[in-house]
């Protein structure tokens, strides 16, 4: 008699064993069709509706994308999406130096904003026996070395000939670039590759800056926003001749005649640096100066920048360690703003000298500066056109202070109070509450506290918890017995 078979149809046509138990892979099926027949009624996926427009139709439609979504959801579609958002690209930070040398000209080749200084600072490298800590802060990290004295080390940036042949093969695929952040190196090379690759180039930012590093700066013809990041011994590593000083800036202003916004940051130099800046710089509109490293006097040259708008001072830890007698300041005579950022205004002298030279200023901004008082704060009365004043983190100044300014000024239009902890709404004068029916424009929030107050009032927020809870705490309980349909001798 033949030997039965090892599997049994059963009556729902499943796969049966011997014990009439079903095998994992059937149970994973549903009964009654095989494998075979179950991959072959699964529906194909729907086609891809966008293989119907060509490149150009379906780049006016990503067109219409805002920047956020260009360069997220909508360049993960597909390979083909991911090359056609790329060419609709304009503006991009590169991290890895690879990048730029490779694949940068084919994954996007109509760049017009470019930042290449987070490539061209290496990696850090750690010590060969024991670990070192890293500080790092935004692109750039620094080793830290606890028995060195300082131990913060310096940043590590790539080497010359390689930041070179990188700046070379952007300056032959980006002929329509029109900014551009980028490292200086020693010898310059790359920056010429720019300036003759790169013709329509009108705003540049230059890291790691010497004298040396500026002489190429001359060559952008149509150059009308610089950025100059002065190279700083304990940070970039450089010896003492480094940095910018008069030699730099005076190489800078016979090169770039067609600026019209200038920023030195971490600069040295003094009066001569300066005045040749206000004097070859005849169209310069916007002058920032940051973290400023000059010798004193050099307060006296802004007199030279005939067309100078806008004046604005970060981070500085002093404004001018001598600004020399009142009667040899000259004053710019066009100048509309004056805006003070993260300022020392500690020194009476250099600033009685700084509303000096700026005292035709119709704008007066201060924002997060130490040492204003009210004394200090009274001087800017030598500026008698402002009409909009901005007080921002400005922590010494109290109400009298303000009140005693703003009503002084006659064409005052528009005021900003934020931050000024001594500045106290109860203190507020019938003269000054006048003062402030008659401007256009008034934001008023002097002391974050008692605005905090105003808006917790009632609340019950902002108390001690022990008080806080004894008081809510029958409440707390009624309506819990309402919910509950409690009656209220048991809730208790």
Known sequence: MPEPDRHLLSATGGVLHRDGLKGWPDLWMLPGKPPHARAAATPPPPADQTLAFSDELLLRVLACLPEP?????????????????????????????????????????????????????????????????????????????????????????????????????????????????????????????????????????????????????????????????????????????????????????????????????GCEGSYDGIAAVGRCCAMLEELTIADHRMDAGWLAALAFCGNLKTLRLQGCGRIDADPGPPEHLGACLTLESLQLHHCQLRDRRALHALFLVCEGAREFLVQNCWGLEDDMFALAGLCRRIKFLSLEGCSLLTTRGVESMVTSWNDLQSLEVVGCNKVKDEEITPALSELFSNLKELKWRPDNKSLLAASLAGTGMGKKGRVFFKRILPGHQRVKEKMLNYPAGVAA
Request: positive net charge.
């Open 69 to 265: 979504h260009l360069t997220g959801a909508a360049s993960l579609v597909c390979k083909r999406w991911t090359r056609l958002s790329g060419r609709l690209r304009r503006r991009l930070a590169v991290r890895d130096w690879a990048f730029v040398t490779h694949r940068l000209p084919h994954r996007f080749p109509n760049l017009a904003v470019l930042d290449l200084f987070p490539a061209s600072i290496a990696a850090p490298a750690a010590a060969p026996f024991r670990a070192s800590p890293v500080l790092t802060c935004g692109a750039v990290s620094l080793t830290l070395d606890p028995s060195a004295d300082p131990p913060l080390g310096a940043c590590r940036f790539l080497a010359d000939d390689v930041l070179d042949r990188g700046l070379a093969v952007v300056a032959a695929r980006f002929p329509n670039l029109r900014r551009l952040s980028a490292t200086a190196a020693a010898e310059s090379g790359g920056l010429m590759d720019i300036a003759g690759g790169c013709a329509t180039l009108q705003e540049l930012e230059l890291h790691r800056c010497t004298d040396l590093a500026l002489r190429p700066v001359s060559a952008f013809a149509h150059l009308q926003i610089l950025r100059v990041v002065a190279a700083s011994s304990p940070l970039y590593g450089t010896g003492e001749d480094g940095g910018v000083t008069d030699i730099g800036l005076t190489i800078l202003a016979h090169g770039c005649k067609r600026l019209v916004k200038l920023e030195l940051v």
